[in-house]
Nanobody, 123 residues
Framework: QVQLVESGGGLVQAGGSLRLSCVASGRAFGTYSMGWFRQAPGQEREFVVEINWRGDTTYYADSVKGRFTISRDNARNAVYLQMNSLRPEDTAVYYC????????????????WGQGTQVTVSS
């Protein structure tokens, strides 16, 4: 069992930056692939980025490539999402999630989810 808690969301102007954190409790965090998803009102949950358990392999959605950076610190049971050059279309609730294997791009691939943190980008 893994419990995930996100933080770091907020309101930012277009072009600004935010850093999201996700801290895990429970066993074996270091064995999970971790992902970030987002969901805007009235839309489906969207894949953003994934990082493997070692932290040396990542995969980004085209919409965030070059602007967002994922990292993890297994010693701290944490994964981070640095978001730069934010755009109004990045506005959503952001969720971190844990999957038992890498190459997990669908919400159904993930076993554990955080409660989400709101990111709002004003124009």
């Amino acid at each position: 069992q893994v419990q995930l808690v996100e933080s770091g969301g907020g309101l930012v102007q277009a072009g600004g930056s935010l850093r999201l954190s996700c801290v895990a409790s429970g066993r074996a965090f270091g064995t999970y692939s971790m992902g970030w998803f987002r969901q805007a009102p009235g839309q489906e949950r969207e894949f953003v980025v994934e990082i493997n358990w070692r932290g040396d392999t990542t995969y980004y959605a085209d919409s965030v490539k070059g602007r967002f950076t994922i990292s993890r610190d297994n010693a701290r049971n944490a994964v981070y999402l640095q978001m730069n050059s934010l755009r109004p279309e990045d506005t959503a609730v952001y969720y971190c999630a844990a999957a038992p294997r890498y190459y997990s791009r669908s919400p159904t691939d993930y076993d554990y989810w955080g409660q989400g943190t709101q990111v709002t980008v004003s124009s």
